[in-house]
């Protein structure tokens, strides 16, 4: 069992959120073991009847350094978003009635390499911040990446 005063070495797996163009937005889950690969998934989707939103992310991490309340780490990742947005209209449509549906769909496809790391406070929460550069819309940019995570064990 850990105990709030144990260090970050001990903790491996945790549970939080997370918002990035590469590693996903929402609900996320970090591997982030002592040395080696470890990762970091995220997701979320939100459905209403004229809007759909959907993010997935996931990252590869190669762990550079793993102390007491920091790590600092490699990272690589593919990211996939989704929106769509649907208006609906009423007006006469000869032979199909008074309704019609348009909508409008947009998808992003999004890769990235840089640095990340990890620092815990205190007990087990964690948060991190990454730097990658993101090839995203054509175009290649420096992007931040945050997250917050409760360390499970």
Excluded: C
Aim: aromatic fraction near 14%; charge should be neutral.
């Amino acid at each position: 069992m850990l105990y709030a005063n144990e260090s970050m070495r001990n903790q491996t797996r945790g549970l939080g959120v997370a918002a990035g163009i590469v590693g996903g937005n929402g609900f996320s889950y970090l591997f982030l073991p002592d040395e080696g690969i470890g990762y970091h998934a995220a997701g979320i989707i939100v459905k209403s009847p004229s809007l759909t939103y959907l993010s997935l992310g996931i990252e590869p991490l190669k762990v550079l350094h793993k102390g007491n309340s920091t790590a600092l780490y490699l990272v690589s990742g593919i990211g996939f978003k989704l929106l769509k947005e649907t208006e609906s209209e009423y007006r006469y449509i000869s032979g199909k009635g008074y309704y019609a549906e348009s909508s409008k769909t947009t998808n992003t496809l999004s890769f990235g390499a840089g640095l990340g790391g990890v620092y815990q406070s205190s007990g087990r929460l964690v948060a991190n911040m990454e730097f990658l550069m993101a090839f995203w819309d054509e175009r290649i940019i420096p992007m931040p990446q945050i997250g917050f995570y409760y360390m499970l064990w």
